[in-house]
Structure formats: structure tokens, C-alpha cells
């Protein structure tokens, strides 16, 4: 069978358009982890705008980092600091599901707020007298930072008090 001209031509176009696909694809790939930090950045901007007014109630507090998440649903500070209203008030079960989507959300290098959030995890874990998770908990906060000298104290105490689960 004879290859035309034609057919030369669109396989060599097919073939240009796939190295130009990947050549797009691999700087997206590369490129992206700086435009989730800078994401993320912006994120925790606001979740600390809507935090931070003076003289404010926990009502309004919450209302605002809702008004965030309308906007911004990945917005895992956002997600955290509803967390903490949540285990402020004592609802420990909306606390534990705004903490997993914190987790979810929060970049895996964002150690501070990643340990705070297991750290949240722990303390719910052990009010609800599941001390297993809730060193499972501490164990998880303490990779995320583990030149936390506090934690470390916390989850050997929590382990002194708890010698079963060594």
C-alpha cells in the first residue's frame, strides 16, 4: 500500500499535537504546587479575615467563615477554625466532620495547622473515651511537627496514663 503525502502529513500533526499535550501537561504539573500555595495563602487570609474582628460573636464569627466557604468550599483554614466554634460549643460530631474536611483541604506540607487539626481529633477522641484514637491522633500530630516539644509531653502522659496501648 502507497502512503500519500496527506497521510504523512496528519500522522506528523497528530504526533506534534500529542508532544505538545505533554509538554503542557508536565509544566501544569510542575507549575502547580506553587498555585496551591499561593491558593492556599489567599485561603488562610480569609479565613483569618473572617475570624479576626473585634467585639464579634461566635454567631457572627461562624456566619462569615460560612460566607467563606460559599466561596471558597476548599478552603481548609476555613474548615479548621469552624472546627474549633464547633468543639467550643461542645459539638464534638460536627467538630470531628469539619476537622476531616480541614484534612482533606489543608496541603500536606502545612504541618502547623495539619498537626492542629489531629490534634483537635485527639481531644474529641478522648471526651468521647476512645483514648486509642485519640493517641493514634497525637501520634499522627506529632509526624506532622515533630519538633513539638508539648505534644511529645502530651502523648507521653497520654501513654504513661494509658500503658495498655503501648
Request: charge should be negative; aromatic fraction near 12%; glycine fraction near 4%.
Amino acid at each position: 500500500m502507497k502512503t500519500e503525502k496527506s497521510d504523512i502529513f496528519y500522522t506528523c500533526f497528530i504526533g506534534f499535537m500529542f508532544v505538545l499535550y505533554v509538554i503542557s501537561m508536565y509544566e501544569a504539573m510542575v507549575n502547580r504546587p506553587a498555585h496551591l500555595e499561593a491558593i492556599n495563602a489567599q485561603y488562610l487570609e480569609n479565613a483569618k479575615a473572617a475570624v479576626d474582628y473585634e467585639d464579634k460573636s461566635l454567631e457572627q464569627t461562624y456566619d462569615n467563615l460560612i460566607a467563606e466557604l460559599n466561596e471558597h468550599p476548599e478552603n481548609g483554614y476555613a474548615h479548621l477554625f469552624i472546627a474549633t466554634l464547633w468543639y467550643a460549643v461542645r459539638d464534638y460530631d460536627e467538630a470531628s466532620a469539619s476537622v476531616d474536611k480541614a484534612l482533606e483541604y489543608l496541603l500536606p506540607a502545612d504541618h502547623e495547622f495539619r498537626a492542629s487539626a489531629y490534634l483537635m481529633k485527639s481531644g474529641i477522641a478522648l471526651i468521647k473515651e476512645d483514648k486509642e484514637s485519640g493517641i493514634g491522633f497525637l501520634k499522627k500530630a506529632l509526624k506532622e511537627t515533630p519538633d513539638d516539644e508539648s505534644l511529645q509531653q502530651r502523648l507521653d502522659d497520654l501513654m504513661e496514663k494509658h500503658s495498655d496501648f503501648k
